[in-house]
């Protein structure tokens, strides 16, 4: 019982990252109608940035959140004016599908030239710190991040409802043209969603410095992870995606409890497919009756 109750107690806290990511992929499909394939390298970066801020500056994963956060809406909104924005079409969505794919490679092998292929992880003063929740334990890092995660949730469903610049965003989401009869530039506002996505990301490859490393095909595990934490939660939902991390964390930890460490990623995307498959009779389902 133990044991399923330390599996449950990890998988919220692995799934509080798996919900970042989610989240940020999610956001900005849900402003541009984009599916962007180079959110998982984007993350990867980030851990980049956090290695290089502790390697050469010392600064701890958590305490150069910020920086990174900052760096990373940088480098987004940058991406969006640049590349993205110009391969959009309204017809079609294939232009943009292909370049994220090619971003996506393109940031691996980048990576790859500059770090190697060898794995590298950061100092943080948490590390190696547990804190006692009973007769389970819990992994500073990982509950820093949670917390992180719950303070990040929060801070972006509070912009979306009540400010200006997330009633503009929402605008710009729901109706772009009419958004621009408003006098809203539907094209700044792209790029700062998508600068906002990458800071979120940027946010959780610092809180996985903590814990984890990074290579430079890192980005394709935690980009696989964010798309089934999108269609677990849901399209565009921002708590949506907060559900759907944790759900996919406890997937995890249960999984390698049930059939071992070796098939629990079998066991989540099994599982996966059957919720696919159920969605898609339901929709059926739905539209018939």
């Known amino acids: 019982m133990n044991t399923i109750g330390q599996a449950i107690v990890n998988g919220i806290m692995i799934g509080g990252i798996y919900a970042m990511v989610g989240m940020s992929l999610n956001l900005i499909f849900g402003v541009m109608k984009i599916v962007n394939f180079c959110q998982g390298e984007i993350l990867m970066i980030s851990m980049y940035m956090s290695y290089v801020l502790n390697e050469k500056v010392g600064l701890d994963p958590f305490?150069?959140?910020?920086?990174?956060?900052?760096?990373?809406?940088?480098v987004g909104a940058l991406l969006q004016m640049f590349l993205i924005t110009r391969s959009m079409r309204e017809e079609d969505d294939s232009n943009v599908l292909f370049l994220?794919?090619?971003l996506s490679i393109f940031f691996a092998n980048l990576a790859l030239l500059i770090f190697k292929s060898d794995y590298r992880t950061a100092k943080s003063v948490f590390e190696n710190k547990v804190v006692h929740l009973g007769t389970m334990n819990i992994s500073s890092p990982k509950l820093l991040?949670?917390?992180?995660?719950?303070?990040?949730?929060?801070?972006?469903?509070?912009?979306l409802k009540y400010t200006t610049l997330g009633k503009q965003i929402r605008a710009a989401s729901q109706n772009p043209r009419g958004a621009e009869v408003t006098g809203i530039k539907a094209k700044?506002?792209?790029?700062?969603?998508?600068?906002?996505?990458?800071?979120?990301?940027?946010?959780?490859?610092?809180?996985?410095?903590?814990?984890?490393?990074v290579f430079p095909t890192v980005g394709n595990i935690y980009?696989?992870?964010?798309?089934?934490?999108?269609?677990?939660?849901?399209?565009g939902s921002v708590l949506g995606a907060f559900f759907g991390g944790i759900v996919l964390g406890l997937l995890e930890t249960l999984g390698a409890v049930?059939?071992?460490?070796?098939?629990?990623?079998?066991?989540?995307?099994?599982?996966?497919?059957?919720?696919?498959?159920?969605?898609?009779?339901?929709n059926q389902k739905k539209q018939r009756g």
């Open 63 to 74: 305490l150069s959140i910020p920086l990174v956060a900052i760096m990373m809406f940088c």
């Open 100 to 102: 994220t794919c090619c």
């Open 145 to 159: 991040s949670f917390v992180i995660l719950m303070v990040v949730t929060a801070l972006i469903f509070l912009m």
């Open 188 to 213: 700044s506002i792209y790029a700062i969603t998508y600068g906002l996505g990458a800071a979120i990301a940027g946010i959780a490859g610092s809180c996985l410095m903590s814990f984890y490393y």
């Open 223 to 235: 980009g696989t992870r964010s798309f089934i934490v999108v269609t677990l939660g849901g399209l």
């Open 258 to 282: 049930v059939v071992g460490s070796s098939f629990k990623d079998a066991l989540v995307f099994f599982i996966f497919i059957l919720i696919l498959i159920g969605k898609a009779e339901f």
